[in-house]
């Protein structure tokens, strides 16, 4: 019988790698706006070098300061999974460094996101391998448990289910249920394309300002 607080459920496939691929040049903040902007992490920042991550939600949930399932997590995910983990957000140890980063990184994962501390932040920030966390901490972490792997997680008042799509940049992380991804997809190239317009005609010296006069006299500002 498992021992109390315990828990390794089978990994959940997640989305198809053709609607993956969509999200790789996505702007943070656009899906943010089509999804209403009541979502996605703020305290989580990346302290990789290319400040990007894309990939499949692979949860852990574990004790604060302690890495044993994130360990069992390194070595069942598979590549392209990005390892998620709900350490309660605290910053007093630090969950992971050089070395399972670098494991991760042999390992083909997309990377690991830590709500929580990690260590090591020189050579993690040297080098391309996405880890997200809230903080830095020189105190390492223990390996005792408990924990649980793919199981719902709350990374900075985010829930995030197994098999999630998780995108994220420098201006923070989001989680998109598989279901829901390719029609977000779809709205997000309109807003990005609106965009391309709108720096086009600022570019040219055209925009038209006249709404935020509009907008004031409706509001009888003006």
């Not at 890495?67 to 069992?72: D, E, G, R, T, W």
């Not at 983990?85 to 990184?105: F, L, Q």
């Amino acid at each position: 019988m498992p021992t109390h607080g315990f828990a390794i459920l089978p990994r959940a496939d997640g989305v198809s790698d053709d609607v993956l691929r969509q999200y790789q040049d996505f702007a943070v903040a656009n899906i943010s706006d089509v999804m209403s902007r009541t979502t996605g992490t703020t305290a989580l920042r990346p302290y990789h070098r290319t400040r990007r991550i894309l990939g499949r939600a692979f949860t852990v949930r574990t004790r604060p300061g302690d890495n044993l399932m994130v360990h069992k997590a390194l070595d069942s995910a598979q590549p392209g999974d990005v390892i998620v983990v709900d350490a309660g957000g605290d910053t007093r140890n630090a969950i992971i460094g050089e070395i399972m980063t670098g494991w991760g990184a042999r390992r083909g994962l997309a990377g690991i996101i830590i709500d929580g501390a990690i260590r090591d932040t020189e050579v993690i920030g040297a080098a391309d391998f996405p880890v997200y966390a809230r903080a830095a901490a020189h105190r390492g972490p223990y390996k005792d448990g408990p924990g649980e792997i793919n199981v719902p997680v709350s990374i900075d008042g985010m829930v995030v289910l197994p098999g999630d799509l998780i995108v994220g940049d420098a201006d923070g992380l989001l989680a998109i249920r598989a279901d829901e991804a390719a029609a977000i997809a779809e709205k997000v190239r309109a807003i990005a394309a609106s965009e391309a317009s709108i720096l086009a005609q600022i570019a040219a010296g055209t925009l038209d300002r006249s709404w935020v006069d509009a907008s004031l006299k409706a509001k009888g500002a003006l």
